[in-house]
């Protein structure tokens, strides 16, 4: 190990956290050159593919590396929160017309295609803007972008570094919903913990929200496979020891390493425009169901985080101004206020971090912290973290109505399978609620409001 790991984590949580190889992981990622500061783990933590899910490292731009297994197969996962000038009395009744109408018009699920055919061209387009394409196409308006991580465009991005199975993969699939943990979530704000916070995001008691919780689909899958290859032979060429396979990497200034960061931008910015998408289709459902104006419904993004990305960014290690790569696999940048990366609506009190929960609890906008940036490369939890794996969590579901049980909580559940809902049924996650209080008693995120789901779609 180059550096130590630090694990946050609560004394309740850390037999189930002892129980997989998640922190035998951290450990690893621990021994990879260049990496400076810690070896991270957030509460969330859970075994992944190489590095652990709810991991953080910051490797030193000049001789340290990237690894495709500390972004993850679904690059820029991430979580869009959307506020609306409706309150909870004035849907209540219309629930299952609402999300009936959102499983209708969002495509969702393993290989589900959306209304959308790009020419090549046209996906080129989208794999440099982002959601500035969906927007300059008639999908939402500019004012969204400036609530967006990066403005919802990571530059560098080159197509010509995708591979055309990727580009094949990724062609159907803008403004479509994955599979697994992916969701749409109609809620509304149950509780507000800081209220100046909340009325500087427009938020207040009671008032209906929306959630988008998706990634790159295919395309994201198909670039990290492609380039784990790829890295495992310039590991070998740059004669980088791994403890494991998975880690494979290459130095962050070789050629290998550019063309890693360069077609992950272009993953990251196809999932950008495709929550951008998926939040028209969402308008739709609302007016369709509610046989209402879009400015009776007053949808507006309040902000937009990634959970699986790779960064270039400037951070004091030792005391020094550095520039690093921060890997964050699901982990959340959570910039402390006065950062120029913070919007500037929302830049005197932080920026906005939001953590879903499961789809049968609550989940929860919390904010960045200055002792995030003094600790963890400006970084936090992402959400609740699997307790069980996905066939577990269908053994345990064996003879239950979970779906029955969703809908007894008071929460209209439509989902593509049964399969679907019993791998995401709310006990195979930990509770949301341990994971915030401990990234808020640790002081790296702050809490802001909580959100209770009222319908969910899922694929």
Known sequence: MRVPARIYASPNMLNDILADKSLEQAKNVATLPGIVGYSYAMPDIHAGYGFPIGGVAAFDARDGVVSPGGVGYDINCGVRLLKTG???KDIENRIPHIVDNMFSLIPSGVGSTGSIRLSASEERKVLRDGAKWAVSNGYGSPDDLDKIEENGTMHGADPSLVS???LKRGKGQIGTLGSGNHFVEVGFVQEVFDEKAAERMGLYKNQVTLIIHTGSRGFGHQVCDDYLKILMRASQKYGIELPDRQLSCAPIQSREGQDYLAAMACAVNFSFCNRQMITAWAQKAFERALKTSPASIQLAVVYEVA?????????TVGGKQ?????????????????????PADYRDIGQPVLIPGDMGRYSYVLLGTEKAMQETFGSTCHGAGRLMSRSKAKKKAKGREIHREIMDRGIYLHASSYSTIAEEMPEAYKDVADVVQTVSGAGISKKVVKLKPLGVIKG
């Open 164 to 166: 055309d199975h990727a």
């Open 322 to 342: 550095m520039r690093v790569c921060v890997h964050r696999k699901g982990a959340t940048r959570a910039f402390g206020p006065g950062h120029d990366a913070v």
């Open 86 to 88: 409706l309150e909870k």
């Open 307 to 315: 959970h699986n990305i790779a960064k270039m960014e400037t951070h």
